[in-house]
């Protein structure tokens, strides 16, 4: 087990910076904590989603099956949520990086489209492994589309329909019990497997297969940096470990890469 270098250390931000000063392919692989401080709330720390709602009545296709309205409802409920945040500090440190250095990525679990919106179309897109709240697609012919829409949830036909087959459409969100897409996840496994690092931010490191990325950088010989305010399953495994919020730790550790 590599050693655990973690922030209150003196060392700490020493060795995360020196390793990412050498490496020349970084993945920077990101969860909610990144999108906390723009106001976006996470899921499983306190004041968490999945504190108040319970994910099987609105994150599976069997809920969506039971009451698409009532799931609608409340994907219209985050959109307006997140419409009325701005990417941190962090989405943008992280957004300069990709735009500036030719072998760093952002694969995000995030479906916020905070990264995007940081990124302003410059350097390559972020990898969105759980889709967006801001794409939606149909049921019946799988045609899906860009849509900021406020979603009207007064009934089922007041929902967003498809405009070729006219079926209901879904938000194009990977749900409990659904593969990812394997195309995207694919490129995320490739990169991550040929990083000399990876950047993991703010994510719980609980749900796979994403969690399981951080693992193949360091089979692949990589190192692991963790950046987040509480530790997780990754800060046995990561080479140094900083405790922070992401928006404070990040740009620090990325201000002279
Ligand atoms: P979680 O809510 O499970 O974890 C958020 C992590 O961010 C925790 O480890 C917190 O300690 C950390 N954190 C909170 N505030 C932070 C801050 N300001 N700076 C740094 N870290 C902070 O969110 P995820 O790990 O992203 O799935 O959850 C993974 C997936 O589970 C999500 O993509 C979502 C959910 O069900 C889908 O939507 C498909």
């Known amino acids: 087990m590599s050693k655990v270098v973690e922030r209150e250390s003196a060392e700490a931000l020493g060795v995360a910076r020196s390793l990412l000063r050498r490496a020349e392919r970084i993945v920077a692989l990101t969860g909610a904590g990144v999108s906390a401080e723009s106001g976006v709330p996470t899921f499983r720390g306190a004041g968490g989603l999945w504190k108040t ?33 701005a990417p941190n500090a962090a989405h943008r440190a992280l957004a300069g990086a990709s735009a500036t250095r ?19 179309g410059v350097g390559p897109p972020p990898l969105e492994l759980h889709g967006s709240l801001f794409r939606i697609r149909c049921t019946g012919c799988g045609v899906g589309r860009e849509d900021r829409s406020v979603i009207d949830a007064t009934s089922i036909e007041t929902l967003p329909h498809c405009k070729t087959c006219t079926a209901l459409m879904r938000p194009d969100i990977v749900w409990f019990g659904e593969p990812l897409n394997a195309t995207i996840l ?12 990876c950047l993991v931010v703010g994510t719980s490191a609980v749900v796979h297969p994403a969690a399981g990325l951080a693992d ?35 740009p620090e550790l990325l201000r002279h890469e």
Request: charged content about 20%; overall charge negative.
């Open 53 to 85: 709602y319970r994910a099987e009545d609105l994150a599976t296709p069997e809920a969506f099956g039971r009451d698409a309205r009532l799931v609608w409802e409340w994907y219209g409920w985050r959109r307006s949520v997140v419409l009325s945040c």
């Open 102 to 120: 030719p072998d760093f990525r952002v694969v995000t679990q995030n479906v916020d489209g905070l990264h995007v919106a940081a990124s302003d």
């Open 186 to 197: 694919g490129e995320a496994a490739r990169l991550a497997s040929m990083a000399d690092v």
């Open 216 to 250: 193949l950088t360091r089979r692949g010989g990589g190192s692991i940096i963790e950046v987040n305010v509480a530790s997780t399953p990754i800060t046995d495994v990561a080479a140094a470990s900083l405790r922070g919020p992401a928006a404070v730790i990040v």
